[in-house]
């Protein structure tokens, strides 16, 4: 019952930003959490960041941290993933996915999927 869309990959230059969008349609409760995974050719589906639909709590993967942000606005029913200081290997197919049980700690604890955004970062 809960629709996902994301939006705003692309083509990017290493050290550049970009900032990723999931439109969140359907039913949300305040327990779902909402995350970000990340999938390279040929690779694992990769845990990327994660939120409380409240936006209360956040967890980002040591990959990422201090480079990645995940947020939520209510209002706009939109998960943001904002990226920064991107490097090759950030490149993937991003996806954006809810979780009815509140925690998200590896892709099967995912309900939800988007249908992904590829973003390529060239060096």
């Known amino acids: 019952q809960v629709q996902l869309v994301e939006s705003g990959g692309g083509l990017v230059q290493a050290g550049g930003s970009l900032r990723l969008s999931c439109a969140v349609s359907?039913?949300?409760?305040?327990?779902?959490?909402m995350g970000w995974f990340r999938q390279a050719p040929g690779k694992e589906r990769e845990f990327v960041a994660a939120?409380?639909?409240?936006?209360?709590?956040?967890f980002h993967a040591q990959s990422v941290k201090g480079r990645f942000t995940i947020s939520v606005d209510n209002a706009k029913n939109t998960v943001y993933l904002q990226m920064s200081s991107l490097k090759p290997e950030d490149t993937a197919v991003y996806y954006c996915?809810?979780?009815?049980?509140?925690?998200?700690?590896?892709?099967?604890?995912?309900?939800?999927w988007g249908q992904g955004t590829q973003v390529t970062v060239s060096s």
């Open positions: 359907g039913r949300t409760s305040s327990n779902y959490a």
């Open positions: 939120i409380s639909w409240s936006g209360g709590s956040t």
């Open positions: 996915g809810a979780a009815v049980g509140g925690v998200i700690d590896g892709p099967l604890s995912v309900n939800y």
